[in-house]
């Protein structure tokens, strides 16, 4: 015959009488509410390394967001190039011909002509290419390339950390 038994889970009694406290005394005891030192030095710690990753994730982010960009441009700005370069080759040679033909018309012999006509084309094409590259090299300038979010966000936490701190 099985017998069953009847066990009633213990009563949370305390394990030792609460002895008295004596009169103004009362701020000895401990506060079970409130965090200790080394739990906040945890927690700080654990709040900055996580600041830490978030703005390494950020910093990456950007900074990828930047290269990828940069290389785009780049690949496209080459490809331009090279198309333009040999139309503008060939275009440069037909107005070369074309200047030659109108200073052998003023007067001027054969060669002095092919080198009035060439060098003034060539001069107004480099001022041309003086002001696409200056422009280009603007576009690509250091403040285009800069990581601002990250920046802001650093500024942002320091100025936090500074209202928490005073």
């Given amino acids: 015959m099985i ?14 009488r609460e002895r008295p406290v004596k009169p103004g005394r009362e701020h000895l005891l401990p506060e079970t509410s409130r965090p200790s030192i080394g739990d906040l030095v945890r927690d700080a710690k654990n709040d900055a390394q996580l600041w830490l990753e978030s703005e390494k994730t950020l ?17 496209k700005l080459t490809i331009g190039a090279i198309v333009a370069a040999n139309g503008l080759g060939l275009l440069l040679i037909t107005l070369g011909f074309v200047a030659s033909w109108g200073f052998r018309e003023l007067g001027l012999d054969l060669v002095p002509a092919y080198c009035a006509g060439f060098g003034v084309l060539g001069l ?3 001022i041309i290419g003086y002001g696409l590259l200056k ?5 690509l300038s250091a403040s285009e390339l800069s990581l601002t979010r990250s920046a802001e966000s650093i500024q942002e936490t320091k100025e936090w950390a500074k209202d928490k701190v005073s």
């Fill in 124 to 126: 107004v094409v480099a």
């Fill in 135 to 139: 422009s280009a090299k603007n576009k």
């Fill in 3 to 16: 017998q069953s038994f009847n066990h009633e889970p213990p009563v949370n009694e305390p394990l030792e």
């Fill in 59 to 75: 910093i990456s982010a950007e900074l990828e967001s930047k290269v990828n960009t940069a290389t785009t441009q780049i690949g």
